[in-house]
């Protein structure tokens, strides 16, 4: 799922201009381009080569403003994996243009790809990812709070939409459920900040491949966390876990996965997911979708997982 706002012709053109004046890059073409869940983005075509735009007008854009040093933190000690920043005719990793944070990067003529020897690529950049020094970089830091089911008990008790109402009640024993045990494994995980290194939070949905290059994009949420934050996705599957494992050997990483944090995780990201959805939509099938969709594998792991 993807930002798609549609704006005016003027809308564009005041954009295409703030590009020319503050980034000193004359726009041939400005098209939108089908990334990114929070925010619009943009592939921008100058005479030279393409960049990619993206602005977030939300009240994620905080944490988007934040994710910039984060980058060039990554950038700084050898991470070419990632997505490189333009910085501005001020030397700024971002602007502020009208209400929104906007980011330029350089574009990755790339394609998601998700498959087995996407993952272990993918785990491999991860690896490299979790050895960069963590010291002098602005982020936010894990807190084992839990506070996504929280978020979402909010939200479900503020909707109005009948038929979003009605379907939370149809699936109400699974949601409470998943809360409880979010709250358990908060109360275990909580207090222990032990090899807390710079994760992603959703790198499979952002891993590109550009014929043998192999990038992870859109740090928007990056958070200093244990690899468990990055690797519960495929907590069902043994063969990639044993592929995270050997990734964090091969790099020299000396952790050993929890089960108590992918339960954690598994559950958080769920609630994570959920109240993102119904921040951007009112679409039934897109929200049941979800609920009963991709995220039930990582279950089969995390519910047997003793809290």
């Not at 830091?141 to 939370?168: P, Y």
């Not at 992918?262 to 039934?284: E, G, K, P, V």
């Amino acid at each position: 799922m993807y930002s798609n706002v549609r704006r005016s012709g003027k809308y564009i053109g005041r954009l295409a201009e703030f590009v020319r004046r503050e980034y000193q890059i004359v726009p041939v073409a400005l098209t939108p381009a089908e990334r990114g869940f929070y925010g619009e983005t943009w592939r921008l075509e100058t005479a030279e080569k393409p960049y990619f735009i993206k602005l977030d007008y939300s009240p994620h854009k905080e944490i988007y403003k934040r994710s910039f040093s984060v980058i060039d933190h990554l950038c700084r000690h050898g991470i070419n994996s990632v997505s490189k920043i333009v910085s501005n005719a001020n030397g700024e990793l971002f602007s502020d243009f009208e209400s929104a944070i906007l980011g330029v990067f350089d574009w990755i003529d790339g394609e998601n790809v998700q498959n087995e020897q996407a993952k272990i690529e993918e785990y491999d950049i991860l690896g490299k990812v979790y050895t960069v020094p963590t010291g002098g970089v602005p982020i936010m830091r894990e807190d084992f709070s839990g506070k996504n089911a929280d978020k979402f008990t909010g939200q479900r008790d503020a909707l109005k939409n009948k038929l979003l109402i009605s379907l939370l009640e149809k699936h109400r024993g699974k949601l409470e459920s998943r809360a409880v045990r979010l709250k358990k494994f908060a109360e275990l995980c909580r207090g222990d900040t032990t090899g807390f290194v710079i994760t992603h939070g959703d790198a499979g949905g952002n891993f590109m491949v550009s014929g043998d290059t192999y990038y992870i994009v859109d740090w928007d949420n990056p958070v200093l966390a244990p690899p468990e934050r990055d690797a519960w996705v495929m907590c069902g599957q043994n063969w990639a876990m044993d592929a995270f494992r050997d990734s964090l050997c091969r790099n020299g990483v000396a952790y050993t996965l929890r089960p108590e944090r992918l339960a954690y995780y598994c559950y958080d990201f769920f609630f994570f997911y959920l109240t993102s959805y119904l921040d951007t939509t009112t679409h039934t099938d897109v929200v049941e979708e979800y609920i009963d969709g991709w995220i039930n594998e990582s279950f089969e792991y995390a519910d047997k997982i003793e809290g």
